[in-house]
């Protein structure tokens, strides 16, 4: 008997721009799903991120049929194809072992049912039969479409999160974008998982690479919520983590932050604020930051509560500038929200666009020694301009020579 709720999925699939060139070629092909998340998305009546697809069958054919691989994994049976400007992730249906707990998976062929039971959760364990005979047929876990019709996140057993600890840090994203709450059972193991130091078995880059991609997210705080309610950021690592009552802090930090700032390393700036210095830059490496993202995430947590105190004292339009001197955005905004969102937001959105009109060419023309007098006299100048006392060229460059004077 044919399922309406399945004809319903594949009709809202098949109007997506990017499902078209996809089922223009596997159409008549055996076994080919659309999984996870899409199928979720879909019953939710939304348009899915990413498009994620099993062949219950000989994976190279079905890959033939889109053309050649952007990107091959041969030890998961994995590809990434792209068609028409669209990417396409395709995997061979398997059943996934693992040697201890936190190890990458061994994989097996397997048929699509079993593929959906080793899933992360119920949500998750749904596959929309896109060609074939199966074309139209959904297929899922149990308790897969009442879960996801209930805004619910379930493991599928006992040890999810043992096998795979960044299920943890999965469980918080998802709850946190989906607006899913998690059922008891689940949140209690995984309250356990984190305690019992389950994050431990798992490589640093892998729990980075999740925490990235919920820092990323277009809200992370719901998310960052979860993190410290199942007492999995402590396990990330100690006085990490945004609590309930740094939630304001980190929203008010969110809001000073201006478009060309880094809005996840702000999150994550705010979330390392209990962190000791000492330990953070090593935590960020551990967990593969890059070294830019490092040290501007650093720079915000620790360098925010001395740039709030500078801050509070600066009066003049200068001294806000003195006192931010070369702290990124994110440590401005976080030493606002701290408690000097006046100075702060008047140099995120105002100051510190001001430029000078001179240049280091224009003093030495004017007779300026190079060397340090260079950087002292515009110093003067962009000082005199945010104060309201040079205005042009000319004025610009008297205040210079005057700074130049003034140091000589």
Known sequence: MADPMANTLLARFSDLAAARPLLSRVG????????GGAVRDLLLGSEPLDLDLVVDGELESVA???????????????????VDGF?????????ETYAHPGALPTVQPAGIAEDLSRRDFTANALALGLSGSTRGRLLEAPHGREDVEARRLRVLHDQSFIDDPTRL???????????????PYTSGLAEVAAASGALETVSGPRVGSELRLLAEQGDPLPGFRILHELGIDEAIETSFG???ERMDLAGRARALLPGDGAAPDLVLAVASLGVRPTRLSAMLDRLAFTAARRDRIVAAATGAPGLLGRLRSAGRPSEVAAAVGSAPPEAVAVAGA??????ARRWLDELRQVRLEIDGDDLLAAGVEAGPAVGAALAAARAAKLDGRADGREAELAAALEGAGGRG
């Open 64 to 82: 033939a049929l889109l053309g050649t691989p952007d990107r091959v994994h041969d030890r998961f049976e994995t590809r990434t194809v792209s």
């Open 28 to 35: 008549d092909a055996e076994g080919v799903y659309l999984v």
């Open 169 to 183: 840090l999965r469980l918080a994203r998802y709850s946190g974008r989906l607006g899913f709450a998690i059922e």
């Open 242 to 244: 945004i609590p309930e």
């Open 338 to 343: 701290l408690g000097a969102e006046a100075p």
């Open 87 to 95: 990417s396409y992730d395709l995997a061979r249906s398997r059943r």
